[in-house]
Antibody
Framework: QLQLQESGPGLVKPSETLSLTCTVSGGSISSSSYYWGWIRQPPGKGLEWIGSIYYSGSTYYNPSLKNRVTISVDTSKNQFSLKLSSVTAADTTMYYC???????????WGQGTLVTVSS | EIVLTQSPGTLSLSPGERATLSCRASQSVSSSYLAWYQQRPGQAPRLLNNAASSRATGIPDRFSGSGSGTDFTLTISRLEPEDFAVYYCQYYGSSPITFGQGTRLEIK
């Protein structure tokens, strides 16, 4: 059974870079059938797609975040990662990693990790 | 960017009743790229339907999606206690992928 698990600091200082990793188990991140994505959700609010990556390293990002986002993949570790630079309090939110088939249908999700931006 | 507007914001119904949730797109879109998700409190979202009407694996047949153009609907034929949650629609036919703001389905 496929499982995704987010990991990373729960507290980041303003202006610094948020870094999260998603570890995939029970399946290969190198599958040609899937993309891998990051989605975030402020407490009590809706979902915002951040970006997605293919195992080859091909990426696409939400234009609203594109200047600050980098998503990368490490197939040897079956992981993909998110870096979000110059964070502010507005980036305080739950971050989810997910598997996407047909490029963008998120059919398997991690449990999420809450990141707070505060000094 | 396709903006999705969901209505109502909150829907109060009783178990056994029928629920109809709406998702309206800011311009005509292909139903092949419209999905629905369910999110229970404290959990990650779960895929219900994709391509507007195709149920995801393991989703009960009381959930059904329909619609075309700008208007899409998720129908839950007979509400079970576990169905009371927040529901999101998603458009993935162009970048950026967008989600509606959600409809909260609560027990009356």
């Amino acid at each position: 059974q496929l499982q995704l698990q987010e990991s990373g600091p729960g507290l980041v200082k303003p202006s610094e870079t948020l870094s999260l990793t998603c570890t995939v188990s029970g399946g290969s991140i190198s599958s040609s059938s899937y993309y891998w994505g990051w989605i975030r959700q402020p407490p009590g609010k809706g979902l915002e797609w951040i970006g997605s990556i293919y195992y080859s390293g091909s990426t696409y990002y939400n234009p609203s975040l594109k200047n600050r986002v980098t998503i990368s993949v490490d197939t040897s570790k079956n992981q993909f990662s998110l870096k979000l630079s110059s964070v502010t309090a507005a980036d305080t939110t739950m971050y989810y990693c997910a598997r996407a088939h047909t490029g963008s249908i998120f059919d398997s999700w991690g449990q999420g990790t809450l990141v707070t931006v505060s000094s | 960017e396709i903006v999705l507007t969901q209505s109502p914001g909150t829907l109060s119904l009783s178990p056994g009743e029928r629920a109809t949730l709406s998702c309206r797109a800011s311009q005509s879109v292909s139903s092949s790229y419209l999905a629905w998700y369910q999110q229970r409190p404290g959990q990650a979202p779960r895929l219900l339907n994709n391509a507007a009407s195709s149920r995801a694996t393991g989703i009960p047949d009381r959930f059904s999606g329909s619609g075309s153009g700008t208007d899409f609907t998720l129908t839950i034929s007979r509400l079970e206690p576990e169905d009371f949650a927040v529901y999101y629609c998603q458009y993935y036919g162009s970048s950026p992928i967008t989600f509606g703001q959600g409809t909260r389905l609560e027990i009356k």
